[in-house]
């Protein structure tokens, strides 16, 4: 085998090797991906409860503090 054949080869298994290491890292950056936007539909989610809660809870103590200055204003009559 020539030195040109033996570097060919040298060449050709490297970049082999190249190819398998980007295929690989890739895959894993695909799935890493995958599961932060199964976490972020997950956020986002919650993120709505939390502000349905938040809202309905403000209503709640407008309407309790609303009940609490009528009850006053009756008191000083």
């Known amino acids: 085998m020539s030195k040109l ?3 060919k080869g040298k ?3 490297a ?3 190249l190819e398998r290491m980007v295929e690989d890292r ?3 950056e695909t799935e890493r991906a995958d599961e932060l936007a199964a976490k972020l539909t997950r956020l986002e989610r919650d993120h709505e409860q939390l502000k349905r809660v938040a ?3 403000e209503a709640r103590l407008e ?8 009850l006053l ?3 000083q009559r």
């Open 5 to 7: 054949d033996e570097a």
């Open 11 to 13: 060449v050709n298994t």
């Open 15 to 17: 970049l082999s090797r």
């Open 26 to 28: 890739l895959r894993v």
């Open 55 to 57: 809202t309905d809870v």
């Open 63 to 70: 309407r309790a503090m609303e009940h609490i200055r009528t």
């Open 73 to 75: 204003a009756e008191d």
